[in-house]
């Protein structure tokens, strides 16, 4: 499966759109990760653990929209857009993944 932040796939023809495909994570931090995070504001440097924690949730939001579009017979996704949304007060983030599903030559 080809997948793709552009709206086409160079060197390759679009020969059918079958509509947008999209994929949905919501993930929570827990104390302990938020604990270590905290230290990491105060020292500086990057936070690993939450790091971690987005780029599963992007791979899992990314799969989630690449089974969608296996499903209705796509070969690829062109002009996807990844979204990170924190969700109300609480320590919660929404990942959503969206694009076209094609068929492509």
Known sequence: MIVTTTP??????????????CGETIIGTSIGRDLL??????????????????????DAAMNEMIEEAQKIG?????????DYESIGQSNMMMVSVSGTAVVIE
């Open 8 to 21: 086409t796939v160079e060197g390759r023809k679009i020969v059918r759109y079958l509509g947008v495909v």
């Open 37 to 58: 995070a905290s230290l990491t504001d105060v020292f500086g440097g990057r936070s690993s653990e939450y790091e971690d924690v987005v780029r599963s949730a992007r």
């Open 74 to 82: 796509a070969n690829a996704v062109v002009g996807v857009d990844i």
